[in-house]
């Protein structure tokens, strides 16, 4: 059964820290790209980061880029996603997502991505 499941939301106050996780089974990331992506309640889902898997580059959005940080770990088969100093607009559902087959990050279309989470609750509130 092919599963990518997402752990480690929550609730937390302005400027404080979360750090997400995305585990795959039935299936490897060592060849996909992963990205996280979020909605926010009445907002159209966006392309927060992506983690390339042959040379590990990064990209992030410009809202979140120097507090959040992309990583994976393939013997693990799971990407994680650092947030801090989390602000209230980053309050969403992040949801993690692998390409069906491609090495390289090369956007945020939905059509690239094979393999994708339920995703997990992110509340940053005082």
């Known amino acids: 059964q092919l599963q990518f499941v997402e752990s480690g939301g929550g609730l937390v106050q302005p400027g404080g820290s979360l750090r997400l996780s995305c585990t795959g089974s039935g299936f490897t990331l060592d060849y996909r790209a992963v990205a996280w992506f979020r909605q926010a309640p009445g907002k159209e889902r966006e392309g927060v980061s992506c983690?390339?898997?042959?040379?590990?580059?990064?990209y992030y959005t410009d809202s979140v880029k120097g507090r959040f940080t992309i990583s994976r770990d393939n013997t693990k088969n799971t990407a994680y996603l650092q947030m801090n100093n989390l602000k209230p607009e980053d309050t969403a559902v992040y949801s993690c997502a692998a390409t069906r087959a491609s090495n390289y990050c090369s956007g945020y279309e939905s059509y690239v991505y094979g393999y994708w989470g339920r995703g997990t609750q992110v509340t940053v509130s005082s």
């Open positions: 983690i390339s898997a042959s040379d590990g580059m990064t």
